[in-house]
């Protein structure tokens, strides 16, 4: 069966420093992947996915950054952290062209 | 573009209470429709989905059924648990397009 890991489930940065969070899929080839992120009380944000490997869209203009190294790894970065960047961030993902899409446990981003 | 509206929240129920949250919906084509769950903490669960005019989905004692006359996709559970208590999500999936449109939740508690 298919698992979604997202990783680490709490972080706690200052601002200004750089972020990496990892998204890894199992059990699946050539999935589509997404991120989203979900601000306290608000909906969820799609801020990127990904239809294959090196191929990225970008939803909203913003301070992150989004990459796919391999075809079931999907990493979420930033340079610098603004306190705007803190939230709940998503990792997803669904078989090409299809629905529906299968969520990671998110990860818990705090901006100091 | 497309686009969903949630009741707005939060939803108060006692236990063994009958649920309805609205949701509507706007889109081009013939959309495919879910409804989420995330209890607290977690990332987002797949409750029940409809991808075609007049489908009833079900899972766990809830339904919805896509109602294309009033593009509308309520979530309904006649007799609702504190285990229920979460915030749900609606969805759609554009017809030609593998992108999720969410709401922006509703949150429901359920007490004993």
């Known amino acids: 069966s298919q698992t979604i890991h997202q990783w680490p489930a709490t972080l706690v940065q200052p601002v200004g420093s750089p972020l990496s969070l990892e998204c890894t899929v199992e059990?699946?080839?050539?999935?589509?992947l997404y991120w989203y992120r979900q601000a306290a009380g608000r909906g969820l944000q799609l801020l990127f996915y990904?239809?294959?490997?090196?191929?990225i869209s970008s939803e909203v203009p913003q301070n992150l950054s989004a990459s796919r190294p391999q075809d079931r790894q999907f990493i979420l970065s930033s340079k610098k952290l603004l306190l705007s960047d803190s939230g709940f961030y998503l990792c997803?993902?669904?078989?090409?062209?299809?629905?529906?899409?299968?969520f990671g446990d998110g990860t818990r981003l705090s901006i100091l | 573009g497309d686009s969903v509206t949630q009741m707005e929240g939060p939803v108060t129920l006692s236990e063994e209470a009958f649920l309805t949250i609205n949701c509507t919906y706007t889109a081009t084509g013939y959309p495919s429709l879910f409804w989420y769950v995330q209890y607290p903490g977690e990332g987002l669960q797949l409750l029940l989905k409809?991808?075609?005019?007049?489908d009833k989905g079900s899972n766990k004692g809830f339904e919805a059924t896509y109602r294309k006359e009033t593009t509308s996709f309520h979530l309904e559970k006649g007799s609702v648990q504190v285990s229920d208590s979460a915030v749900y999500f609606c969805?759609?999936?554009?017809?030609?397009?593998?992108?999720?449109?969410f709401g922006k939740g509703t949150l429901l508690t359920v007490n004993p």
């Open positions: 409809a991808t075609k005019a007049d």
């Open positions: 990904s239809v294959g490997i090196g191929q």
């Open positions: 059990g699946t080839s050539n999935p589509n």
């Open positions: 969805a759609l999936r554009g017809g030609s397009n593998y992108k999720l449109t």
């Open positions: 997803a993902w669904s078989v090409q062209d299809e629905q529906p899409q299968h």
